[in-house]
């Protein structure tokens, strides 16, 4: 049985003029201890749809499924109270931008605490404790004095780390890192990069990568999901895509890489979109 | 070929006063308000058309006639008249003239003085900007009525000095909010870009930053204008405004004031009719705050 | 590819600093935002600045772009020496160097029209040139970044983030500069969207001989496009080389450790870490 299974998932927003499909019709499945990238660019539909698996949309948006199930679980027909006991507990999701998810108000200590405190149910001295071991496990030096530092006094690479630690307080099955390291820089990004692997591959736990960096797939994932425009280009292995794509999109995409350069120029998506367009396929 | 340009130009302004009126109208009480406001201003432009009688015109026979469906009422005096004899309605429409008047000189007045003002505190900074504010915080440190007062005072009492003394009053929270707009823009990528391509102060101050900050300011304006209104009324009825026999809202009720128990009519009507407006313009006001604050949008 | 004795801007011992004030009862600091650097551009060629966030890198671009002036050093452009807080720059001398910035959402004026924001630098700069001249022009640079004549008449908020780029590219070479200072012009766009600006800027600078100054923290689009490059760090230039130098043969520690933190997207490097991935497992 996988970790999660997802099939022909349709997402649906009521906007001003008039309704927009963000998904139509995708399909996940992420095996436990696996690491999926899902690729795209912006508006693929790569975040609509992780936030409908994880039931975090407005009203305003419409999810279907034909099958939505998490850990044997039927994520669909989950009451609001049953979702809140998975999410955060068994899926937990990291985002972008590190220092806009932490509450400011608050000290680094007591968010991670109040994760461990709903969910386990820790009490008292177990808080601070299983607290300073979350930290030293995503390598934030002195986590002793730490646990008072505000999340303005900290970088955003450390703040990263804390949200990882916040997202592995409960030892979730499924991690879901929504563009993770794209407001790092490239040295931070290869350290957190690191860690997250280090952690999924130690805890055998279910890692779903969202990004829109060919870089980050290379160096990360397992299997690679290609998203375009809320379809679903391709699905691979890492070694599979990156050596023979097959679809046209991909190998713009790839194409693109400027460290893939072949001559002078890089050929763009719009030239693959013409030849495709030719061959019959989807207009991209 | 340059015929399509131009219409691609003006198809994109069309979209944005497009975009514009759809979230205006969303708001209903907005497009109420709205036409409210329209009627009010048809009224004040052909006032003298619609009036039934001379506004000043005293009829010795008719003191304190009530509206023309209660008892004793006539139809020829459709709200009544009041102490002298004074039809009612016709004072009220031609009321509607000064009210409009005095909302749309203290906007201008204020408005001008707090972009120019504001925007200098705002793009300057330092010393400019202390000295500005602090002047400004002076005039807010004022309760605002009581201000106008004191301005009347010196400059003696009429519908031209109140309205400048309002104005006055009214000038520091232009200023305030210009200067914070202006502030936010100033460090904005696109204003050093006209900077790197050689724009001097005035260019950027009036032409690149002020366009970007006219979202508030309309708001303000809007919610400015029917507290002109008020103060107007308000000093009028302090005996500091417009002076008698001036058909003013506000000195009508001045001058009712000893009749509110014996005929009620001439005293509600025109504190209706200053109801009916600025609700109206603060409706007007609030939909402009939904449409033109980003902010505040669904995307 | 470049013309090494063409050398058309000059940087000596550049600082800047800045002075935080401590409030009312703190004492005031000095940040040393650059620290004294020093190099040439030369006429056609693409100079890499490579640094991370904070190193000083757009300290530097807002300098050289006579936004900021320097705290003590020599800009020297086309052999005159230039500081903005002594003398007053010459409208010529103005348009030698233009900027394009990161945010291709925040450098364009959301109440002009394409047409006005591209004529713009003119109507500063050439108030005697008659509108149809201006508009003529304005016409060209579009079709040039490849755009479409009636994008003339549209607002910015109607564009893709890739197009309000090459209008943003557009602006800046509208006062025939020499010297364009891109601010990570391509860190915000998408992938596909980044090879067309790339390629864009490569046949600009062909056709107008500009001299770039590539702000970058993406190695991967330095390798592509840079001639040299430098490595800038806490507000020095710690490395500065030919690309092929600088990426084959590193010398400085922060050098090493920037190219080791780049994702590599070759083949080889992928099988060897999915089968690393397996033996451990």
């Not at chain 3, 772009?65 to 720059?89: C, F, H, M």
Request: net charge neutral; with cysteine.
């Amino acid at each position: 049985m996988s970790l999660l299974e997802i099939r022909n998932l349709t997402v649906e927003f009521d906007t001003a003029t008039g309704p927009f499909r963000a998904l139509k019709g995708v399909d996940y499945t992420v095996e436990k201890g696996e690491v999926l990238a899902i690729v795209g660019e912006s508006g693929s539909g790569k975040s609509v749809a992780m936030l409908a698996t994880m039931g975090l949309l407005p009203d305003t948006a419409t999810v279907k499924a034909d099958l939505m199930t998490f850990d044997g679980r039927d994520l669909q027909n989950l009451s609001s109270k049953e979702r809140r006991n998975v999410i955060g507990k068994d899926i937990s999701m990291i985002f972008q931008e590190p220092i806009a998810s932490l509450n400011p108000c608050f000290t680094v200590g007591f968010q991670i605490g109040e994760v461990l405190k709903t969910h386990l149910g820790l009490q008292g001295k177990d808080v601070r404790n299983r607290t300073i071991e979350l930290l030293k496990a995503v390598g934030i030096p002195q986590p002793e004095k730490r646990l008072s530092s505000f999340p303005h006094q900290m970088s955003g690479g450390q703040c990263q780390r804390v949200m990882i630690a916040m997202a592995i307080a409960c030892q979730p099955k499924l991690l879901i890192a929504d563009e993770p390291t794209t407001a790092l820089d490239v040295t931070i990004q290869k350290q957190i990069l690191d860690l997250l692997i280090n952690i999924q591959s130690k805890s055998e736990m279910g890692l779903i990568m969202i990004t829109h960096d060919m870089g980050v797939v290379a160096e990360t994932a397992d299997r690679v999901v290609v998203q375009y425009n809320g379809e679903q280009m391709e699905e691979a292995g890492v070694l599979e895509l990156f050596e023979s794509p097959k679809h046209p999109y991909t190998k713009a995409l790839l194409s693109a890489l400027p460290e893939r350069a072949e001559g002078d120029r890089l050929p763009t998506v719009g030239d693959f979109a013409q030849a495709y367009s030719k061959e019959g396929g989807v207009a991209l | 070929m340059t015929d399509t340009i131009e219409t691609v130009s003006r198809q994109s302004t069309r979209a944005v006063l497009k975009e514009f009126w759809f979230y205006f109208s969303v708001n209903r009480g907005a497009v109420i308000g709205l036409f409210v406001f329209l009627a009010l201003v048809l009224v004040a432009v052909f006032a003298p058309y619609l009036t039934p009688h001379d506004p000043n015109m005293q009829y010795r026979d008719v003191f304190l006639l009530p509206p023309s469906w209660m008892e004793g009422g006539h139809v020829d005096y459709l709200l009544g008249t009041d102490a002298v004899g004074r039809d009612i309605l016709s004072r009220l429409i031609m009321g509607s003239r000064l009210s409009l008047f005095v909302g749309v000189i203290v906007v201008v007045i204020a408005l001008t003085g707090g972009i120019i003002l504001g925007v200098i505190a705002g793009y300057y900074g330092g010393k400019i900007d202390t000295v500005i504010m602090r002047i400004m915080d002076v005039i807010l440190a004022f309760p605002s009525l009581l201000l106008a007062l004191v301005l009347v005072a010196l400059l003696g009492p009429g519908l031209i000095n109140a309205m400048i003394s309002i104005a006055i009053v009214l000038q520091p929270h232009f200023v305030r909010l210009t200067r914070a707009a202006v502030m936010a823009e100033r460090e904005r990528e696109y204003v050093v870009a006209a900077r790197v391509a050689g724009a001097g102060p005035l260019r950027l101050m009036f032409l690149t930053i002020l366009p970007n900050c006219t979202a508030p300011l309309i708001v303000q304006a809007t919610l400015s204008f029917s507290n002109a209104i008020l103060d107007a009324a308000a000093l009028g009825f302090l005996g500091m405004g417009a002076q008698p026999p001036t058909p003013e809202w506000g000195t009508m009720l001045a001058e009712a004031r000893e009749f509110i128990l014996r005929a009620w009519w001439v005293v509600t009507f025109p504190g209706v009719s200053i109801l009916i407006t600025v609700l109206a313009i603060n409706l007007i006001g609030d939909g402009l705050r939904d449409a033109l604050d980003p902010k505040l949008k669904r995307s | 590819m470049s013309d090494k004795k063409d050398k058309i801007l000059s940087v000596r011992g550049i600082t800047r600093d800045y002075v935080s004030s401590g409030g009312l009862f703190g004492k005031s600091e000095t940040v040393h935002a650059i620290k004294g650097i020093d190099f040439d551009l030369y006429r056609g060629e693409t100079l890499a600045l490579v640094g991370e966030s904070g190193c000083g890198k757009s300290t530097l671009a807002r300098i050289l772009t006579l936004i900021d002036a320097q705290t003590s050093g020599e800009l020297i452009i086309r052999d005159k020496p230039i500081n903005i807080a002594k003398n007053k720059i010459s409208r010529e001398m103005r348009s030698r160097i233009q900027i394009v910035f990161q945010n291709p959402y925040g450098s364009l004026n959301p109440r002009q029209k394409v047409g006005a924001v591209l004529e713009e630098p003119l109507k500063i700069n050439f108030p005697e040139m008659p509108a149809e001249e201006r508009r003529k022009k304005a016409m060209d640079m579009l079709k040039k970044v490849g755009l479409l004549p009636e994008h003339f008449g549209r607002y910015p908020h109607m564009f893709s983030g890739g197009q309000r780029q090459r209008i943003a590219i557009g602006r800046a070479l509208m006062l025939n500069p020499r010297i364009l200072v891109l601010d990570e012009p391509v860190s915000a766009l998408d992938l596909s969207i980044q090879a067309q600006i790339l390629n864009l800027l490569k046949d600009l600078q062909d056709e107008f001989n500009l001299s770039y100054l590539f702000i970058s923290h993406d190695l991967s689009v330095v390798k592509y496009l840079a001639d040299r490059v430098m490595v800038m760090y806490f507000g020095e230039i710690v490395e500065h080389g030919d690309r092929d130098q600088i990426f084959n043969d590193p010398q400085h520690d922060y050098t090493k450790t920037l190219l080791a933190a780049t994702p590599k997207t070759s083949i080889e490097s992928i099988r060897a870490r999915v089968s690393r991935h397996k033996a451990s497992a």
